[in-house]
């Protein structure tokens, strides 16, 4: 651990899993702001203080992880005044399905408070704490988070403003998947839409003529004179230049093309015209059938009751003449919700999806991710990349095509003179579904959309069809190039927008996560944790974890460590020991990560749900995760 930085008269800080800033006030007191390491406790007792008064920026677990160590009798804790609830009634949000299953806002972010805080007061903007000859000014700085404050302490002289994670480093922030957030639409749709609070709340602390920045996470940088301006300014830049190359080629200009009324970005230059569905394809919602010319139909995605009642209604008219099957591209709400009806109405109908799909649909809760249905879709038939089969004239391929979620399929059918390229969601006539980064869009050669567009390239089919989209359409050689041009250009910007070694780990908000997400567990009972880790880097790194645990929990190891390859992915396995005292509901589990040399603190959660009663007569935990 390096010694505490001595950045202005009485003014420390701390350098750990987010930095800390140490305010004395010269009579034996410590203020602290954003308390995310245990280790501060030995820091305060080197400068011979006590902890008497804890600033948090925003509700994150890893700014006040700290807090129950340094809480003594007369420790207050403070906090933002719009996000009090996050930190002392986090029970309810857990509680709340709402927070958990078919989840289209992304505020609060799936990082919470795994346990309560005692909440003393609540920072509003423009009020002073004075701390002995120090004060501390309060500035509202909402984007990272909706209710994030920064707190500026002038202190012999000097002005440093502890910005929590409004900025990283010159040009830098610390990811983009924080500034999810809806404007015109739903924050589902809203890819980097809180950069516009952003930027205000930046100018905000440029205004406040900052001798230094302190970030939570990222460089601390000296910013005398006009470097505040500059050092900001470059940051909203580079996060301007990443937006717009993002909306260059974005679907959302096919489905509100009002957010991009006054974007300047230039757009996915105009293709071939879109054209009507053929006779063997009717379209129902988010649902495609796919209708042989005897009559048999191949349904594909069954996301709303209707479809069920259309199928029965079809099969009564003489329009099919049966229900063979039932394909799936993706584990959306809008996709699958009435799978379970489809098999009460279809029972021999089997139900097929591609390998990786198949785990998210089978196992639900082992995933937290957008829009997610809490019913398991059992799959009769795991597809691997490029299965092929026939189905009456037609023959079908299956491909994994990671477009618009990482879990999703393609299916490609060869007949009648036709090859229809059915692809979920993953492309409009304007360009990528890629608008929430929750669903993980990887950037790099042959990953994400670089490999839907190879694939698209490689099969050259006559139409695309989008489950959202009416008409089917094509992509010229000259718009693949075009797109393919550009998000080489995106890795490349968001390389320089985030302090990390690759721009993934700044986009894919599950670059680290446990697996299972959530699982169920009989109160004395055992269960198994990984955190999962994804090396978006181009060189090895290494990896150590442990779990922060409700207490008289235990795991074993208490600490895993790993070195991943380049590119790879690789996991740390915990088994974790439920009391016989843990009662039942949903008890959260923080994951404590270092990574790359980079102390992270309580990165990333776990949920095991208890259930009173032995393992035979209580909900049981997923199986073991496959390799």
């Not at 700085?141 to 900025?167: K, L, N, Q, S, W």
């Not at 500059?230 to 230049?241: L, Q």
């Not at 010229?476 to 302090?499: K, N, S, Y």
């Not at 090895?540 to 895993?560: F, G, I």
Request: proline content about 8%; hydrophobic content about 45%; charged content about 20%.
């Amino acid at each position: 651990m390096p010694a505490p930085l001595l950045l202005a008269p009485n003014l420390y800080i701390h350098r750990g899993p987010v930095h800390t800033g140490i305010l004395l006030d010269g009579r034996g007191h410590a203020l602290l702001i954003d308390p995310g390491d245990p280790a501060l406790a030995a820091t305060c007792r080197d400068l011979d203080a006590t902890p008497t008064l804890l600033l948090a920026t925003h509700h994150h677990p890893d700014q006040v992880a700290a807090v129950a160590d340094l809480r003594g009798p007369g420790t207050r804790l403070l906090v933002p005044a719009g996000e009090k609830a996050l930190f002392e009634g986090v029970a309810a949000h857990w509680a709340d399905p709402r927070q958990r299953w078919h989840v289209y806002h992304m505020r609060p972010q799936p990082w919470v408070l795994a346990h309560p805080l005692r909440v003393d007061g609540v920072c509003r903007d423009g009020e002073a704490i004075g701390w002995g000859e120090a004060t501390v000014r309060v500035l509202d700085t909402p984007g990272h988070t909706d209710g994030a404050v920064t707190y500026v302490v002038e202190t012999g002289g000097r002005r440093v403003a502890f910005t929590g994670d409004c900025i990283a480093g010159p040009g830098r922030i610390w990811d983009a998947y924080s500034l999810q957030k809806g404007t015109q639409t739903r924050d589902y749709h809203g890819f980097m839409g809180d950069r516009g609070r952003l930027g205000d709340s930046l100018r905000r602390i440029a205004a406040a003529a900052p001798d230094a920045l302190v970030p939570s996470h990222g460089e601390i940088m000296e910013t005398p004179g006009d470097l505040a301006a500059m050092t900001i300014a470059a940051t909203m830049a580079n996060v301007s230049a990443c937006y717009a190359n993002y909306a260059s080629i974005a679907a959302l200009r096919y489905y509100f093309p009002q957010v991009f009324a006054a974007d300047a970005a230039p757009g996915l230059p105009p293709g071939p015209p879109a054209e009507p569905l053929p006779p063997c394809a009717r379209h129902l919602g988010t649902t495609f059938v796919l209708i042989g010319e005897a009559g048999a139909a191949l349904v594909l995605d069954c996301g709303h009751a209707s479809v069920v009642e259309r199928l029965r209604a079809w099969l009564s008219d003489g329009t099919i003449t049966a229900v063979e099957g039932l394909w799936i591209s993706h584990y959306h709400d809008d996709h699958v919700d009435a799978v379970a009806a489809f098999r009460s109405a279809f029972p021999a109908c089997p139900v097929l999806a591609d390998a990786d799909l198949a785990d998210v649909l089978e196992r639900p809760e082992a995933y937290r991710l957008p829009c997610q249905c809490p019913e398991p879709v059992q799959v009769d038939r795991r597809l691997a990349d490029g299965e092929r089969w026939q189905w009456h004239e037609f023959a079908l391929t299956a491909y994994r095509f990671p477009g618009q979620t990482l879990h999703h399929g393609a299916l490609l059918a060869e007949g009648r003179g036709q090859r229809l390229f059915f692809i979920g969601d993953a492309f409009t006539p304007t360009g990528l579904d890629d608008y929430c980064a929750f669903n993980r869009h990887l950037l790099g050669p042959g990953l994400g959309y670089r490999a839907c567009l190879d694939r698209v390239a490689e099969l050259n089919p006559v139409l695309l069809f989008n489950c959202h989209v009416e008409v089917g359409f094509r992509f010229d050689a000259h718009q693949i190039a075009f797109m393919q041009q550009v998000l080489a250009e995106r890795e490349e910007l968001f390389g320089r927008l985030f302090p990390w070694p690759h721009a993934n780990f700044g986009l894919d908000p599950d670059w680290a996560r446990c697996f299972p997400y959530e699982q169920s567990a009989p109160a004395g009972g055992r269960v198994a944790v990984e955190v999962r880790i994804t090396n978006h880097a181009a060189q090895a790194a290494e990896a150590r974890a442990s779990l922060a645990l409700p207490a008289d929990w235990a795991a074993a190891p208490a600490e895993a460590t790993t070195t991943i390859a380049a590119g790879a992915a690789g996991a740390l396995r915990f088994e974790v020991s439920v009391p016989e005292t843990a009662g039942p509901g949903r008890h959260v589990l923080d994951a404590w990560l270092h990574y790359g040399g980079c102390d992270l603190g309580r990165f990333r959660q776990a949920v095991v749900a208890v259930y009173s009663g032995d393992a035979a007569g209580g909900r049981r935990a997923p199986a073991d995760p496959p390799a």
